[in-house]
């Protein structure tokens, strides 16, 4: 029988973990090192290969936890929404995302973390069912290639980050960025840039150009 893990064994697994992902966010997954992650977290490099082997094998796992992480704050937030008491939970769980989201934007930057957006695809379409069930006018497209859209636009979001600082005034990992991010996004979401007869026009023009009419 397997005995159970040691809770220094955890603690120390815990650190190595998010010294990874402060290197990778840093460095990048090619130029971050075993030893140099090792040093950060207060261990010997014998002991991050103790607990995960290899570096791919620990991006990995940096990855999972990411997932269930975003998992569990994605349930809170939707049953919260769901008992109409949704403030404290998204504002929580952006607080608790914040020190990820280097780590997130260079993962992604290099083509990684295929897991972690694929997930994130699948918590988006729940939300698109919920507001689908609402809406007057059905949409076009399917759910799962739009909740992939949406979430690559979300993402672009901690990819951008020094510019949208930049452009926006504010350091958006500040309180206050934060606020006006949250905000702008709410705005940007409750005003559709495009009217129903807008959009119908374009959808004709687009069917045109499908099926090879002149424009």
Known sequence: MATAPDPEDLTARARIRDAAMRHVAEHGFERATIRGIAETAGVSSGLVRHHFGSKQALRDACDEWLVRTIRRLNEQVLADMRSGD?????AASRAAMVPYQRYIARALAEGAAGKLFD????????????????????STVDRKS??????AMALGIPILY????????????SPEGDRLL???LLDIYS?????????????????????????
């Open 146 to 151: 739009r909740a992939a859209v949406v979430t």
């Open 182 to 184: 949250s905000h702008t």
């Open 191 to 215: 005003h559709p840039l495009l009217s129903p007869e807008e959009a119908a026009t374009l959808r004709a023009g687009l069917a045109k150009i499908e099926r090879g009419e002149p424009r």
């Open 86 to 90: 949704v403030h404290d939970h998204v």
């Open 162 to 173: 020094p510019h949208l600082s930049r452009a926006m005034g504010v350091d958006l990992a």
């Open 119 to 138: 997930e994130m695809v699948g918590m988006t379409e729940e939300w698109l069912a919920t507001y689908d069930a609402n809406q007057a006018n059905p």
